[in-house]
């Protein structure tokens, strides 16, 4: 198992107050075969000093200096990707907290993938750390756990980036993928699920860390919180951005689908692409997804965005 490489990536843009502590956790892991690429998307603090000061000290460490900023999180994920030569690699936010032994056992547990050849994934759950009251408000990353594709296309986004682990062969399909994309972490989860396996660890295995500065991600954890999402009609049971990612993907591997994969598909844009009436028959007299109650629920009082799939 030690023997199996890792590429770490990294991306970073005005993190200094959570950077040292986030890579002196990788520093900190049981599993020590892996190399840290980072890029950087333009900070004008100190956060590339701060990353110096400590690869100056583990030859592991390699910040790729690409010139110019993207002004995109996950386009600075996206162009590390061709550095990676390993046979896994995984995403890392600046912001989170790895326990030590996070590397390890998503490796274990990835010895459970059926087809190795194929691309595959395994993510870990997280703790939910709040900075504004310095504690773990939450146990878990996955109140609602989507591990089935036709569950899954129905999700808002992917599973967490910096908690999925990627083989070799899923970072190589995702080298051949050309379209623009809106959600980095969604597309390595669509890709396992038409294409591959994934597989989820129940364990905790980092800390997800939540504060002002967030761009996407987890908000409180309490069902107050969760029934104002539902119930404000600024929300969308399709977020526009994840439609996009969906729509490009779709557009881009069409004619490469099995058919299990593409019945998904077609179910998920029937769904999107119908009135309120007809969707709420959908779910009612389907078996699509196994949290028909949440979307039955979400479908009769939020927005559908509209759809061109053929862009």
Known sequence: MTSHNIDILLATY????????????????????????????????????IIKSIMSNDDRLHIIDFKKPVKSAAKNFWRLLPYSKADFA????????WLDCKLELLLKKSEKWINKDLPNIVFCDAYIYSQKESKIVSDTLYPYLYLSFKDFIFHNGGYQGSSTLFNKVLKEKLLNYTPDFYIHDEIVALTAHAFGEVLFLYKPLMLYRIHE????????????????IILNNKSYIVLPESKNSKVSFYNFHRDNFSKSSDVVFSDYFKFIESNIFIRLWIILNSKMTKFRFYLLLKTSMVKVYPIDRLL
């Open 14 to 49: 005005n993190g200094e107050k959570y950077i040292s502590q986030q890579i002196y956790s990788l520093l900190a892991q049981t599993h020590k075969n892996w190399n840290l690429y980072v890029a950087d998307d333009g900070s004008t603090d100190n956060t590339i000093d």
């Open 90 to 97: 995984i995403f890392c936010d600046q912001d989170d907290v």
């Open 213 to 228: 500065n967030n761009i996407i991600g987890v908000r409180e954890n309490t069902l107050l919180s969760k029934l104002n």
